[in-house]
């Protein structure tokens, strides 16, 4: 491994979990219920993201989910083009 390739962040484009519905539960608190907000794509930027700074990106066009009783965020794929309710989990 280069030295570019261990300082290097992953690369945060690879396929993101399909949406999963309106009553997901959290993967953390298991609570059934979280807001999604949709977000652009984004080059490499430092954010908050669950309570800490750090790198992400570059990220794709996503929906962002947020759970409403701990506040545990996590990134999902959008809902694709001609997919209907049932496919999309909605």
């Not at 929906?63 to 545990?72: G, H």
């Not at 996590?74 to 496919?87: I, K, Q, R, S, T």
Request: aromatic share 8%; hydrophobic share 25%; charged share 30%.
């Amino acid at each position: 491994m280069t030295t570019d390739q261990k300082t290097k962040p992953a690369d945060q484009t690879e396929a993101l979990p399909p949406y999963s519905g309106e009553e997901t539960p959290c993967p953390k608190c298991r609570y059934p219920e979280a807001y999604t907000l949709y977000r652009s794509a984004t080059q490499a930027v430092l954010d908050e993201f669950n309570g800490r700074l750090q790198r992400r990106g570059p990220l794709p066009e996503r929906l962002e989910r947020q759970c409403q009783r701990c506040d545990y965020a996590w990134d999902e794929a959008l809902v694709p083009d001609g997919a209907d309710a049932d496919e999309a989990g909605l």
